[in-house]
């Protein structure tokens, strides 16, 4: 017969239950941050090679979000670490579900806090890419919407840090002051909207370039390399929209208890946590290394115009067209 009690029986199979989890979610954090830690040396390159005041502006953004990437990664460490250390090799005499215990107050909150500002963060690059295209005339008017957002995220966030910051000197749980409860689904939903208006906005820059001169540079229905970057961002915009949303719906507390109602589901959903966090912060490198790299857009879109000047000249076509059609481009393009 085993001496063990019933209560350290039971606390033994979830230390044993969350070992196992952790251990493979720390492998999966490895991967992504690798992955991470690769697109910035990418985007670092890309950035400093153009040289240029917003471009150095823009790596710095993205290198402050590895920074946090980092810290959390560290934290989640240091956290299993603790974790075994407190319960399977500690000297203390406490019995195993005291042990067990005591993990409970172990600092994961910093992690929220530093999700938090990952996101915020992220939304700066997503904004500046909408900015890009609306930059130009009196439309960049609308780029106060987006603005608005997100201050208003990092203003969710400050508090969230204080809640965070609270929550560790009083084990309240966010239970306590009543605006902390649903602290961290505010912060998801205010980027939520940052993104839903930035990508929106975005779109309608595409279908408008589709329109007004993607017609022009080309005579068949084949998309020019301008447009293809212009679709990157939507549909980037779209997915990582997508990826907040569920981070929105998955903090409701109906669908986080049906999360965690059984073991394979928890075990699931803490996977993906851990790669989605990273995605999040991938993001933003990810679409950098994609709209930068392209350098010749530009130089693209020039020569498609000259060569369709050329033809309309030849079909003794007006030239104020063209002239007409170079202004339009600079609209699109003059904030690059």
């Given amino acids: 017969m085993s001496s063990l009690s019933q209560d350290d029986i039971d606390a033994l199979t979830s230390i044993g239950h969350e070992t196992t989890q952790t251990i493979v979610c720390l492998v999966v954090e490895a991967i992504m941050y690798t992955f991470f ?3 910035v040396i990418m985007a670092g390159r890309i950035q400093f090679r153009k040289g240029s005041r917003l471009s150095v502006t823009m790596f710095g953004v993205i290198l402050i979000i590895f920074l946090l990437d980092t810290a959390g990664c560290v934290l989640d460490v240091n956290n299993a670490i603790r974790e075994i250390t407190l319960t399977l090799t500690s000297t203390f005499p406490l019995s195993l579900s005291d042990r067990y215990a005591s993990t409970f107050n172990l600092p994961y909150s910093i992690s929220n806090s530093l999700f938090a500002y990952m996101i915020c ?3 700066v690059i997503i904004v500046w890419r909408a900015y890009v295209f609306w930059c130009y005339g009196k439309g960049r008017l609308i780029m106060i919407l987006p603005i608005f957002t997100l201050i208003g995220t990092f203003g969710i966030a400050g ?3 204080f809640c965070v910051a609270r929550d560790m000197s009083t084990s309240d749980n966010f239970v306590t002051p009543p605006f902390c409860h649903h602290i961290q689904q505010d912060v998801y939903s205010l980027s939520l909207g940052t993104t839903a208006i930035s990508t929106a906005l975005t779109c309608y820059k595409t279908w408008t370039y589709r329109r007004e001169i993607g017609e022009h540079l080309s005579r068949s229905n084949k998309k020019t390399r301008t ?3 212009m679709l990157i961002i939507v549909e980037s915009g779209v997915l990582y929209f997508l ?3 569920e981070f929105v719906i998955g ?8 999360k965690y109602a059984k073991y394979n589901l928890t075990f699931a959903n803490l996977v993906w946590t851990y790669i989605a966090n990273h995605l999040l912060g991938i ?6 290394i994609l709209v930068n790299s392209q350098r010749s857009c530009l130089e693209e879109s020039i020569i498609s115009i000259h060569t369709m000047n050329q033809d309309i000249r030849t079909q003794d ?3 104020q067209q063209p002239q007409v059609l170079h202004i339009r481009k600079r609209t699109y393009f003059s904030c690059v």
């Fill in 251 to 258: 903090d409701i507390p109906k669908v986080l208890n049906a």
């Fill in 317 to 319: 076509v007006s030239v």
């Fill in 227 to 229: 447009e293809k970057i």
């Fill in 243 to 245: 990826l907040l949303l």
């Fill in 37 to 39: 830690f690769i697109l």
């Fill in 159 to 161: 508090v969230l840090s």
């Fill in 121 to 123: 963060f992220g939304d």
């Fill in 283 to 288: 993001y933003p490198a990810l679409m950098v």
